[in-house]
């Protein structure tokens, strides 16, 4: 039995290693053939009455494990210069203004249509709106550096902006000026403790000298991040200013007491830490999206009380994000397309307090949207031939003519 289970984990492994290695001659998202493969496992299971325990438990570990990798592998990807000043204001102006609008709207048509309290509608709603960085990093690995990058920065951004805006509507009773003072207090606790961390976390990259030393850090990451989140301070900020951190150490080490990490042999370890994270995010990732597949059922995916509302759903999220890119010049195709819901969208559903559940947002409803915003990202790469800019193009571009050359 054992190995039949190892022979089964490590052919499933293997098998969406070829998925992501021909995603970008197939144009199909890894996450759907990652999650058509876990429901067939499922059904294959059934079939052939083979007995597995409930694994649902395992998902919420492996969404929270995920989320942290992802977040730090983007971030560690993403310069911080003068020059991406433009890149970075906008990519937060599409990450936050659409969610608000998506969170809002729905939230009206859940109270409009079900009669539910405003506040619990917007609970379900902010789920739906996030943009998930589990998804869309790994999906636009082959697009052009700006674009690339913008969806780096959007897709994280849009995570984090996303469980504070959740955390902050769910976690209070009632919004006044004392919840806003409240959520300042957490996020300005949270910046500072992200600082101190990251510096501590820096100097034992860069002291540590036994031969297993990343192992130890990533655990110390996802402890920090355990403990903050288990005092309901916005954990993912830490992710984010660590993984910003190290990776611009390069545009840092002219500060003196930056100079006191040796920034020279400590991008050496930046670069093998890199490595590790990229290695072991697939894992994580492979791992959820086929659990996931695995515990869902075919009559969720065919639930046609709920495609309606799914529908509807993606439809208000591509008019809205249509409409955000054409008011900042940004380019239409393929960003458009780019919209993908998933790990974080799934995780901020189960983490939706009982007393707040309302009847119209369920799990295939959720389990819906997830795979027709993928669909769309797939028809969009498929649809969309995108001109190749590379990294020398970009950079020797002049800011005042940057819209014209890349945006349109």
């Known amino acids: ?9 490590c052919s499933l492994l293997l098998i969406a290693y070829v998925f992501d290695l021909t995603s970008s001659k197939t144009k199909i998202p890894s996450v759907i053939l990652l999650l058509l493969l876990g429901w067939i496992v499922r059904q294959l299971s059934v079939f052939f009455g083979v007995s597995i325990p409930d694994l649902s438990a395992l998902l919420p570990i ?51 249509f079900g009669g539910f309290p405003f506040k619990n509608c917007l609970a379900n709603a902010i789920p739906l709106c996030v943009i998930s960085s589990a998804v869309a990093i790994p999906s636009v690995k082959n697009l052009n550096p700006f674009n690339k990058e913008f969806i780096i920065y959007e897709s994280s951004l849009s995570d984090i902006l996303g469980v504070l805006f959740f955390n902050f509507i769910t976690m209070n009773d009632t919004i006044d000026a004392h919840s806003f003072g409240g959520f300042t207090l957490e996020l300005l606790i949270m910046i500072a403790i992200s600082f101190i961390a990251t510096i501590a976390l820096a100097f034992l990259l860069s002291k540590i000298e036994h031969h297993i030393k990343f192992v130890p850090i990533i655990l110390l990451i996802i402890l920090i991040y355990a403990i903050a989140k288990q005092y309901h301070l916005p954990a993912l900020i830490f992710i984010m200013v660590l993984g910003l951190f190290l990776g611009n150490l390069d545009e840092l080490k002219h500060i003196k007491w ?14 093998k830490f890199r490595e590790l994270t990229i290695e072991i995010t697939f894992l994580i990732r492979t791992l959820f999206f086929l659990l996931f597949g695995y515990l869902i059922e075919t009559s969720e995916i065919l639930n046609l009380d709920t495609l309606a509302w799914a529908v509807t759903t993606v439809a208000i999220i591509f008019i809205i994000r249509w409409l955000q890119l054409k008011l900042l010049k940004l380019p239409i195709k393929p960003l458009l397309f780019i919209a993908p819901r998933g790990l974080i969208t799934i995780l901020l559903f189960f983490s939706i307090p009982v007393i707040q559940n309302i009847s119209l947002v369920n799990k295939s409803y959720v389990i819906q949207v997830i795979i027709l915003t993928a669909l769309v990202m797939m028809a969009g790469f498929m649809l969309t031939k995108e001109t190749v800019v590379t990294e020398a193009t970009v950079e020797s571009i002049d800011e005042n003519n940057l819209d014209a050359a890349v945006f349109d």
């Open 258 to 271: 930056i100079k006191k990490f040796k920034p020279d042999e400590l991008n050496k370890e930046i670069h």
């Open 62 to 112: 492996l969404g929270t494990v995920g989320l942290i990798l992802i977040v730090l592998e983007g971030s560690l990807e993403l310069e911080l210069n003068s020059s991406k000043t433009t890149i970075i204001i906008k990519s937060f102006v599409v990450a936050f203004l659409p969610m608000l609008a998506l969170a809002f709207s729905l939230a009206a048509l859940f109270h409009y």
């Open 1 to 9: 039995m054992t190995t039949a289970i190892i022979i089964t984990l």
